[in-house]
């Protein structure tokens, strides 16, 4: 499985951006998926996730109300709309996969379930 996220970049507090994950390869569709930040100094956390058909998904407390996950099942392609941004929200994005699930409602918490990761990519909001 290969992960190509795209959509970072500088933006001013309160604005909005948009990130994308777009996955290919065996049982990728299958997978469930996820988005993960990190700050300089700071440990990896989860963000949000979403089961294989997007039919459940997962917030942090720190973005709930602010970011939404989807997927385009079409082209297996997770997306994180991203609105009221905050300082606190600069970090290196990363999507990640896991292995296929069988579970269709099934989505991960756990960052050790995460077996496939995507390149990062920055995300700067100035205040």
């Known amino acids: 499985v290969q992960l190509q996220a795209s959509g970072g970049g500088l933006v001013q507090a309160g604005g909005s951006l948009r990130l994308s994950c777009a996955a290919s390869?065996?049982?990728?569709?299958?997978?469930?998926r996820g988005w993960f930040r990190q700050a300089p100094g700071k440990d990896r956390e989860l963000v949000a996730a979403?089961?294989?058909?997007?039919?459940?998904?997962y917030y942090a407390d720190y973005v709930k109300g602010r970011f939404t996950i989807d997927k385009d099942n079409a082209k297996n392609t997770v997306s994180l709309q991203m609105d009221s941004l905050i300082p606190d929200d600069t970090a290196v994005y990363y999507c990640?996969?896991?292995?296929?699930?069988?579970?269709?409602?099934?989505?991960?918490?756990?960052?050790?379930?995460?077996?496939?990761w995507g390149q990062g990519t920055q995300v700067t909001v100035s205040s």
């Open positions: 979403t089961s294989r058909l997007g039919i459940r998904t």
């Open positions: 990640a996969a896991t292995t296929l699930a069988t579970n269709p409602t099934y989505y991960a918490t756990d960052e050790a379930a995460y077996r496939y």
């Open positions: 390869g065996r049982s990728s569709s299958a997978a469930a």
